[in-house]
């Protein structure tokens, strides 16, 4: 098992996920992402059972993986890198090179991909534009916050996997709440600007994810702030690529033994 989300109790428990109907065959967890700190109480004994039959469990966020640690009792669990990371930047620019668009789209461009529906969104996307070189914007609506828009920006709806591969790999500067565009944009070298989705003290909240995956890679200064402008500079990706080659050899070794024990 192994999924965005999949291990996230407040959003879906099902025992299904948790691979309950497997018997006694042998389980593997590669990358599970739970999204959120902990697990609600209603359900943390019945979880604490199912993991432990597991017998190699790994997550995509080390806070998932101290609060599974910690509810199993376990010190075999492994913080592993989400998968999209597995793939090499040439794997990702094979699948943009599939892409059709429809429209004219602008040469130099900043791409908005937000999930979230936050009030401050609109005004910290202009702050993006302030300063920056590149004025023009084009925003991906998320099925989520389908109705997202920024004056003047160009909208593009019709974006399947290689169209939003493309889009991101060819952006000046990703801006995003999204996990997933995050990994994609540190695998692919592309300058991005987080913005938090939830408050930290919001019940479910997933930020501990966009923590983590900062954390790991030493960009912690991405994350959008009034206070500190060190997001609008340019990455340098020296020392995070260095980062993931030895994270991505690390987690493949881990599956194949996990697989092969």
């Known amino acids: 098992v192994g999924s965005d989300q999949v291990w996230n109790a407040y959003y879906n428990f099902n025992p299904f996920n948790f691979l309950n109907f497997a018997q006694d065959d042998k389980r593997i967890s590669y990358a ?8 609600p109480k209603q359900y943390q004994e019945e979880i604490k059972g199912l993991l432990n039959k597991f017998e190699h469990i790994s997550l995509r966020e080390e806070t998932g993986r101290r609060a599974v640690s910690e509810l199993t009792g376990r010190d075999d669990v492994k913080t592993v890198l989400d998968p999209t990371f ?5 794997d990702w620019n094979e699948v943009a090179d599939k892409a059709i668009f429809e429209i ?3 040469k130099k461009y900043i791409l908005c991909y937000l999930i979230g529906n936050n009030d401050n969104y609109i005004r910290q996307v202009e702050e993006v534009r302030k300063h920056s070189t590149t004025k023009d914007i084009i925003v991906i609506p998320a099925e989520e916050n389908p109705d997202f828009k920024i004056q003047g920006a160009t909208e593009y709806r019709f974006a399947s996997v290689p169209e939003f591969i493309w889009l991101l790999s060819h952006a ?8 997933h565009a995050t ?4 695998n692919l070298h592309k300058n991005f600007i987080e ?11 997933q930020n501990s994810r966009i923590y983590d995956i900062l954390n790991m890679f030493g960009l912690q200064d991405r994350l959008y702030s009034d206070d500190n402008m060190k997001w609008s500079e340019p990455i340098d990706f020296s020392e995070p690529a260095k980062k993931l080659d030895h994270l991505r050899k690390d987690s493949i070794d881990w599956l194949i033994k996990a697989i092969e024990d």
């Not at 597995?86 to 040439?90: F, G, I, M, N």
């Not at 000046?172 to 996990?179: G, H, I, K, N, R």
């Not at 913005?195 to 930290?200: I, Q």
């Open 104 to 106: 004219e789209l602008p």
């Open 183 to 186: 990994a994609i944009s540190l």
């Open 32 to 39: 599970s992402s739970r999204g959120t700190k902990d697990f």
């Open 86 to 90: 597995l793939l090499q930047p040439s």
């Open 172 to 179: 000046e500067t990703v801006v995003t709440d999204s996990f």
């Open 195 to 205: 913005f938090l989705r939830f408050k930290d003290t919001e019940k479910g909240s």
